[in-house]
């Protein structure tokens, strides 16, 4: 859980506390299967009082565990996440819908980080930008191997599908 008491910025127009910390994903409610995280993430940002509003802004580094879409094969990459989002306080009429809020005067972001380094997860990672990938046909790693299997090659099924279609 990551909380901040905003008392003292509450008080004043435009003040503002900055933080800089390093965490265990544990504390920000992420199991390895949300997110694969090797070591701690570090994490830099800062709440400002925005009037009806409280506005929080971090930048999230971590080094995380991808599995290649391509060649299925596990690696380590560095990924960095922007967050931003604004917390009104509990007891504000009319909240916007989906609106994030805060009572007592402590505001719980752990939430909004979570959140931001997992959507930043690309959904198709790749190992490197020109992965060859897979052989569709023998299987092998073809970043390795040269394994010369005509992958032109079409499933006959397909091919009585396609003369239909051209008939
Ligand atoms: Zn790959
Ligand atoms: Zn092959």
């Known amino acids: 859980m990551i909380k901040f ?31 694969p995280v090797i070591g701690k993430i570090s994490i830099e940002g800062n709440i400002e009082n925005a009037g009806d509003v409280l506005l929080m802004k971090a930048h999230l580094q971590a080094k995380v565990k991808r599995v290649c879409s391509r060649c299925l094969k596990e690696f380590e990459a560095q990924t960095e996440a922007q967050v931003e ?15 994030l809020t ?14 931001g380094l997992i959507v930043n997860e690309p959904v198709q990672p790749l190992c490197k930008a020109d992965c060859k990938g897979l052989c569709p046909i023998c299987g092998a790693d073809r970043n390795v191997v040269d394994c010369h299997c005509d992958t032109r090659t079409i499933d006959p099924r397909l091919q009585k599908l396609a003369e239909l279609l051209h008939k």
């Open 85 to 99: 989002e604004r917390y009104f306080p509990a007891e504000t009429d009319e909240l916007p819908e989906d609106a």
């Open 5 to 35: 008491n905003v008392a003292d910025i509450k008080k004043k127009l435009m003040a503002e506390t900055s933080f800089r910390m390093e965490v265990q994903p544990g504390e920000l409610d992420l199991s390895s299967q949300d997110l």
């Open 102 to 115: 805060y009572k007592f005067d402590v505001v719980d972001i752990t939430e909004a980080l979570r959140e």
